[in-house]
């Protein structure tokens, strides 16, 4: 089982500010995958970027990027130029060979104008 | 732009009743998901299905829950008993073939046990 520590539980940003969610995870796997998923207030989930475990080159999704450090199980959401739309709890989730989703708590990020 | 659909949106029921979930997963995709989302609380896996058989489960998925593929579109969920803890967000999510395909998820359905 994979265990997904998110550690802050709140954070903010002001717009146009930059801002990093910073995520840990524990896995026995070779082979996976990790996602960041945003959840605004409608409860939707909403897929902000994906990263494959094998290639060392980080994801970039428009303002959006990660920082992956496979072998510290280290996995940074970085969201530039932040905009009141951003504003979501952003769930970390790695998956299984088997394609199952394990969620972190969540940290909840509020955009100030 | 395809997307998983999710009914109803919304279910109250007594304790003790049975309800379907309902989700029609994007319609070339082969692995399909239940998920839950207790108030306030993380997103917990309930359940994989691929080709038309349960490909894992986790500890809450006993055997009050099931799920079906009853036709070439639906994806369910059935819960035979519901306990008040069964109160949750429940979120249908399908992906394609491939092992880094996206799982997309449905907008959920919010089920509420009195």
């Known amino acids: 089982a994979q265990t997904v520590t998110q550690s802050q539980p709140e954070m903010s940003v002001q717009e146009a500010e930059t801002v990093t969610l910073s995520c840990t995870y524990d896995t026995s796997e070779s082979d996976y995958y990790l996602f960041w998923y945003k959840q605004p207030p409608s409860r939707q989930m909403i897929l902000v970027i994906r990263?494959?475990?094998?290639?060392?080159q980080n994801a970039t999704e428009n303002r959006f990027s990660v920082n992956f450090q496979k072998a510290a199980k280290s996995f940074s959401l970085k969201i530039s130029d932040s905009q009141l739309g951003d504003a979501a709890m952003y769930f970390c989730?790695?998956?299984?060979?088997?394609?199952?989703?394990?969620f972190g708590r969540g940290t909840q990020l509020t955009v100030w104008p | 732009e395809p997307e998983v659909t999710q009914t109803p949106s919304h279910q109250v029921t007594q304790m003790g009743q049975e309800v379907i979930l309902r989700c029609v997963p994007i319609?070339?995709?082969?692995?399909f998901y239940w998920y839950r989302q207790i108030l306030g609380q993380k997103v917990e896996f309930l359940v994989s299905?691929?080709?038309?058989?349960?490909?894992?489960k986790s500890e809450i998925f006993d055997d009050q829950f099931s799920v079906e593929r009853p036709d070439g579109s639906n994806f369910t969920l059935k819960i035979r008993s519901t306990k008040l803890e069964d109160s949750a967000m429940y979120f249908c999510?399908?992906?394609?073939?491939?092992?880094?395909?996206?799982?997309?998820f449905g907008p959920g359905t919010r089920l509420t046990v009195l």
């Open positions: 990263q494959e475990a094998y290639k060392q």
């Open positions: 319609s070339n995709h082969l692995y």
């Open positions: 299905f691929y080709n038309n058989e349960i490909s894992e």
């Open positions: 989730a790695p998956s299984s060979t088997l394609g199952r989703l394990y």
């Open positions: 999510a399908s992906r394609g073939r491939r092992g880094a395909d996206t799982q997309y």
